[in-house]
T-cell receptor
Framework: DGGITQSPKYLFRKEGQNVTLSCEQN?????MYWYRQDPGQGLRLIYY???????QKGDIAEGYSVSREKKESFPLTVTSAQKNPTAFYLC??????????FGPGTRLTVL | GENVEQHPSTLSVQEGDSAVIKCTYS??????FPWYKQELGKRPQLIID?????GEKKDQRIAVTLNKTAKHFSLHITETQPEDSAVYFC???????????FGTGTSLTVIP
């Protein structure tokens, strides 16, 4: 279970506020991912990065932004443009044509 | 892009019985198919995976089968136990990229 961490575990946001979710990995993986999980909808890809300083939009990128300045870190910002941000957010990392390893998740709630 | 469908969305079995979860995919270029187990409030964890050059893989009570022609793969859990209760996700990965496509999940309940 170790190797990829997310913080905070719980996060509360007021409407109109930007918040940033942290994701760090020490697995030396090139690729990192952000998913959103809602009940009954599985995992939906927000953004992914295959290498430092490069990232691509996933299926639901609107209202989110990312950066990949270091190999170990892939923070996700949930902006005020995301109208329904309450969800469970999962970060993952992977290398080559192998499995993804998931972080413990951040539960974001809008007040 | 790839489209992965997963059935059933919920499944209840008696302890000791078998459980089968099925997934279909659309892109014939997909070549890696992992299965994840997610317990309530926790991260998904890999339980078994299969690559497109293999038709079946077993690990104790868990097995996965792949039919490339029909573009479907299945998870089989035998002798189910209450601790098998969780949500299971299938996924597919196309050989040309790093993106995974997930099914919508199956909530498995094993009744003691």
């Amino acid at each position: 279970d170790g190797g990829i961490t997310q913080s905070p575990k719980y996060l509360f946001r007021k409407e109109g506020q930007n918040v940033t979710l942290s994701c760090e990995q020490n697995l030396n993986h090139d690729a990192m991912y952000w998913y959103r999980q809602d009940p009954g909808q599985g995992l939906r890809l927000i953004y992914y990065s295959q290498i430092v300083n490069d990232f691509q939009k996933g299926d639901i990128a609107e209202g989110y932004s990312v950066s990949r300045e270091k190999k170990e870190s892939f923070p996700l910002t949930v902006t005020s443009a995301q109208k329904n941000p309450t969800a469970f957010y999962l970060c993952a990392s992977g290398q080559g044509y192998n499995e993804q390893f998931f972080g413990p998740g951040t539960r974001l709630t809008v007040l | 892009g790839e489209n992965v469908e997963q059935h059933p969305s919920t499944l209840s079995v008696q302890e000791g019985d078998s459980a089968v979860i099925k997934c279909t995919y659309s892109d014939s270029a997909s070549n890696y198919f992992p299965w994840y187990k997610q317990e309530l409030g926790k991260r998904p964890q890999l339980i078994i995976d299969i690559r497109s050059n293999v038709g079946e893989k077993k690990d104790q009570r868990i097995a996965v089968t792949l039919n490339k022609t029909a573009k479907h793969f299945s998870l089989h859990i035998t002798e189910t136990q209450p601790e098998d209760s969780a949500v299971y996700f299938c996924a597919a990965r196309i050989n040309t990229g790093n993106q995974f496509y997930f099914g919508t999940g199956t909530s498995l309940t094993v009744i003691p």
